[in-house]
C-alpha cells in the first residue's frame, strides 16, 4: 500500500503576474458548469498529499470555483493514511472527505474494497475530454507520466536505449535506485529479465545483480537530485516529469526513452460512496479538467494534462509531451498484481535487497 | 503551628486528600486518555490480522509477534537498535561527564552562559540537527573538503549513510540530556569531600573513582537511562543520516503503520521496542544499584 506520490517538492511563490493570471482563470469559471451552482456556497474537503501539490491546487484550480462561492478545504496527509482513513469511514452514512487524491494504484485498491464511487461523467462536462488511455471508471484522473531514464552524458556517452544500460558494467557504482520507488525499480528489473507488469519476481534476482555491481540506494527522490548534480550517480530511472523539472533546475541530466515501454504513473481525484458534498466533488472535478488549470499543472510540475483539450505550445509543455511514437508505447501497471504483492515486494526490498 | 495543631483531624485528612486528588487528577486523566487508552488499542491491534488489500483483519493472533521474534531480519534490526543505544550512550557519559563536572564546579562569571550553550541545542529539533550533520558529512560536505585540503584523504570518505553518521548524530541529540543531569548532581556533591581526599594524599585519579563517582552514580544512572531510552527510540537520526540501508526500530514501526498500513505488524513492533527499551533500563539500573550496594 506504500504509494509515494512522485511529484517534485520545489518551493513556489505566487508572483503578482501568476496572481493575475489566476485570476483571470476566474473569470472563466462558467467552465465550473451547472454543478457550480447547484453546490453554490458549499464546502469541498479535498484530500491531498500536502505541499506543492496542495498549493497548486489551491493555485491553479480553487480560483474557478470561487466565483460559485464554493469553499475547498484540505484535508493533508500522505496516501496510506488517507486510505487508511477511507477504509474506517467506509461504514458510516457520511465520510469526512468529498474527494480524496490519489496515485492510480490507491484509487484502484479503495475500488476494489468498495469505498469509491463510479462517477457519473454527464455531472463533469469537461470529462468528454479525458484520454482514453488514463481513464478508468471509479476515478478521474488528473495528470500523469511515464518512466525513463535520466543520465548523465558527460559520463554516459552512449545514450541508453534500455533499462538493461543500467546493468553494464562500465557504470559500476555509478548507478543509483531510490528507495521509495521499490516498486517501479522492482518492476524495471523484472521487465529485462523474462518477467513484466504482472510478474515482477524475476526482476529480484536481477535487481541483486545490480546490489553486487555497487548501486547506490538513496532514501528519497530529493537525494537521488542532490546525487546526480553531485555526480556521484550517472544514472538512474525516473518519472519523466520529475527529469524535465530536474534538468530545468541546472541537474547535468539528459532524458532517454527505454524501449520497453513507458510505464504511465497517474494521479486521480476519487469520490468517496459516503462523501457528504458529492455536488461540490462534481464541482471540483470540472474545474480541476479545465485547461487553465491543467496548463497550470504542465508549468509548474512538468505533468501531462489528462485531457485532449489542452494546447501544449509552451517550450515546457513541448519537453514534458510524449512524442506520438512514445504515446503509442505507454504502458498501465498491472494494478490487481500491485495491491497483492505491494507487502511482499516491499518486505523483499527490506529484507533482500537493502539489507 | 498553633492553628494548625489546633485544626480537627479527620476534616483535615478529607481536605489534603482532595488536594492531592486535585493535583494528580488532572494529569492522571491526560495520560489515561493521551497514552493509556491508545497503548491498548494499540496492543488490540497488534493482535489482529494483516490482509493485502483489506487493511486489518479481526483476529486474536500472536503472528505479528512471532514474526518480530522469530524473524532474523526484525531481530537484528533490534539487537542493531539496543547497540547503537548502548554505544551512544556510553559515549555521552565519557563526553558528558567532564563536561558537566566543569560546569558544576566553575566559579566563573560565564556560568550561566555556558549553561545556556549546552541547553541552546535543545532549542533546535533533532531532524534539524541531521539536517545540520548532513551538510557536515556529505561527500562534498564540510569534513570531507577539510580532510582533502588538508592532503588526509585523496578521494572523499564515505560517511553518510553510515552507523558513523547515526552514532555521532545521536550522540549529539542526546549529549545535553546527559550533561544537564550530571551537573545537576555533581552541583549537590560538597566540594569539601573531595579537598579532604586530597589533603589525606589521596592522587585526583583516585579522588574521582573512590569519591566523586560515587556520589555521582545517581546522576550517571538517570541520565544514562534516558540518554539510553532517546536512542533506542531515535527516528529522524537514523533516517536522515542512517539511509536506506541502515534500519533501526522506530523507523522501521513507521514504515509499517505509515507507509505499508500494516496497523498490527507496526503494533507488535512498537510493543516489543517498548518492553525491551523498558526491560533494559529497568535491568540496567537494578544491576547499579547492587553493585554500588555492594560497593559500600
Known amino acids: ?355 | 503551628m498553633v492553628d494548625r495543631m489546633a485544626a480537627p483531624a479527620i476534616p483535615r485528612k478529607a481536605s489534603s486528600h482532595l488536594t492531592a486528588t486535585m493535583l494528580v487528577g488532572p494529569a492522571t486523566v491526560v495520560v489515561v486518555a493521551m497514552l493509556l487508552l491508545p497503548l491498548v488499542i494499540l496492543f488490540r491491534y497488534s493482535l489482529n490480522r494483516f490482509v493485502p488489500g483489506q487493511f486489518m483483519v479481526e483476529a486474536l493472533t500472536l503472528e505479528n509477534y512471532a514474526k518480530v521474534f522469530f524473524d532474523p531480519y526484525y531481530r537484528t534490526v533490534l539487537s542493531r537498535t539496543a547497540g547503537i543505544a548502548a554505544l551512544c550512550t556510553a559515549l555521552c557519559l565519557v563526553i558528558g561527564y567532564p563536561a558537566a563536572y566543569l560546569l558544576a564546579r566553575t566559579q566563573s562569571r560565564f556560568k550561566t552562559l555556558l549553561i545556556l550553550l549546552v541547553v541552546m541545542p535543545l532549542f533546535v529539533g533533532s531532524a534539524v540537527r541531521a539536517a545540520g550533520w548532513m551538510v557536515v558529512f556529505g561527500h562534498r560536505g564540510a569534513f570531507n573538503a577539510a580532510l582533502l585540503w588538508l592532503g588526509v584523504v585523496r578521494t572523499p570518505l564515505e560517511i553518510m549513510f553510515t552507523p558513523v553518521a547515526v552514532i555521532v548524530g545521536i550522540t549529539g541529540v542526546n549529549l545535553p540530556f546527559m550533561v544537564l543531569t550530571l551537573q545537576s548532581v555533581i552541583e549537590g556533591i560538597d566540594p569539601v569531600l573531595e579537598e579532604a581526599a586530597l589533603g589525606l594524599g589521596a592522587p585526583p585519579l583516585a579522588v574521582f573513582r573512590r569519591v566523586t563517582l560515587p556520589l555521582s552514580l545517581p546522576g550517571v544512572v538517570a541520565g544514562s537511562l534516558l540518554c539510553f531510552i532517546l536512542a533506542m527510540n531515535a527516528y529522524a537520526t537514523p533516517v536522515l543520516l542512517g539511509g536506506p540501508r541502515f534500519q533501526m526500530m522506530a523507523p522501521v514501526v513507521y514504515t509499517q503503520i505509515s507507509e505499508q498500513a500494516n496497523w498490527p505488524l507496526g503494533g507488535a513492533l512498537a510493543f516489543v521496542l517498548m518492553a525491551a527499551t523498558l526491560l533494559m533500563t529497568v535491568g540496567a539500573g537494578a544491576l547499579v544499584r547492587r553493585r554500588s550496594r555492594q560497593a559500600h
Open chain 1, 1 to 355: 500500500m506504500n504509494i509515494r506520490h512522485p511529484l517534485p517538492t520545489r518551493s513556489w511563490s505566487l508572483s503578482r503576474r501568476r496572481f493575475i493570471e489566476g485570476a483571470g482563470a476566474a473569470g472563466i469559471a462558467a467552465a465550473v458548469g451547472s454543478h457550480g451552482v447547484n453546490a453554490a456556497g458549499s464546502k469541498v474537503v479535498v484530500g491531498t498529499w500536502g505541499g506543492d501539490y496542495q498549493n497548486l491546487i489551491q493555485k491553479n484550480i480553487v480560483p474557478l470555483l470561487q466565483p460559485a462561492s464554493i469553499e475547498v478545504v484540505y484535508a493533508t496527509d500522505q496516501q496510506p493514511p488517507r486510505m487508511t482513513k477511507m477504509l474506517a469511514e467506509a461504514r458510516l452514512p457520511r465520510g469526512t472527505m468529498d474527494i480524496s487524491a490519489l496515485a492510480r494504484n490507491g484509487s484502484y485498491e479503495m475500488y476494489k474494497a468498495g469505498t469509491l464511487l463510479e462517477p457519473d461523467i454527464s455531472k463533469i462536462p469537461n470529462a468528454k475530454h479525458l484520454l482514453p488511455q488514463v481513464s478508468v471508471p471509479y476515478a478521474v484522473p488528473h495528470i500523469y507520466s511515464g518512466r525513463v531514464i535520466l543520465y548523465n552524458p558527460k559520463f554516459v556517452t552512449e545514450k541508453p536505449t534500455s533499462y538493461a544500460d543500467l546493468w553494464d558494467p562500465k557504470y559500476t557504482g555509478r548507478v543509483g535506485v531510490i528507495d521509495v520507488q521499490y516498486l517501479p525499480t522492482i518492476e524495471s528489473a523484472a521487465m529485462i529479465s523474462g518477467g513484466g507488469l504482472s510478474d515482477y519476481e524475476p526482476g529480484k534476482a536481477k535487481l541483486l545483480e545490480l546490489k553486487k555491481m555497487g548501486c547506490k540506494i538513496v532514501p528519497t527522490n530529493e537525494a537521488m537530485a542532490q546525487a546526480l548534480k553531485t555526480e556521484e550517480i550517472w544514472m538512474c530511472i525516473m518519472w519523466k516529469a520529475r527529469g524535465v523539472m530536474w534538468r530545468n533546475a541546472g541537474i547535468p541530466i539528459e532524458i532517454a526513452a527505454p524501449k520497453e515501454g513507458f510505464v504511465l504513473f497517474i494521479s486521480d481525484f476519487c469520490i468517496p460512496k459516503n462523501a457528504p458534498n458529492k455536488e461540490g466533488a462534481y464541482a471540483f472535478l470540472n474545474a480541476m479538467l479545465d485547461p487553465k488549470p491543467q496548463e497550470g499543472f504542465i508549468e509548474d510540475m512538468g505533468y501531462n494534462p489528462s485531457v485532449s483539450d489542452v494546447e501544449l505550445t509552451t517550450a515546457m509543455a513541448k519537453r514534458v509531451r510524449f512524442s506520438a511514437e512514445e504515446q503509442a508505447n505507454l504502458l498501465v501497471p498491472d494494478y490487481g498484481y500491485l495491491a497483492k504483492n505491494d507487502a511482499q515486494l516491499k518486505e523483499w526490498w527490506d529484507k533482500g535487497f537493502k539489507a
